[in-house]
Nanobody
């Protein structure tokens, strides 16, 4: 079993940056693909980015490509989401999730474990 804890959210002005972290428990972290999702009020949870177990495969939603970067450090059992040039429409609760498939999925329902989420608010 994998337990996930996100951190790094906060309030930032448009154009600013934040770095989210997701710390995982369990020795099997390195075997999981990891994903970041977000959910704004009144909207469905949406895919943001994913990374395979080794970090050799990355994938992004069109809305964040070129601004966000996903990475992982298996020695620290941590996955990161660097968010640059933030926009008000990026405001949401951000969740990390673990998926036992090879590359991870873009569909939330495919993930096995979820963190509790961290709030990101971007002011205009």
């Amino acid at each position: 079993q994998v337990q996930l804890v996100e951190s790094g959210g906060g309030l930032v002005q448009a154009g600013g940056s934040l770095r989210l972290s997701c710390a995982a428990s369990g020795r099997t972290f390195r075997t999981y693909a990891m994903g970041w999702f977000r959910q704004a009020p009144g909207k469905e949870r949406e895919f943001v980015a994913r990374i395979n177990w080794s970090g050799s495969f990355l994938s992004y939603a069109d809305s964040v490509r070129g601004r966000f970067t996903i990475s992982r450090d298996n020695a620290k059992n941590t996955v990161y989401l660097q968010m640059n040039n933030l926009k008000p429409e990026d405001t949401a609760v951000y969740y990390c999730a673990a998926d036992s498939s090879t590359f991870g999925a873009t569909i939330a329902g495919e993930y096995d474990y979820w963190g509790q989420g961290t709030q990101v608010t971007v002011s205009s």
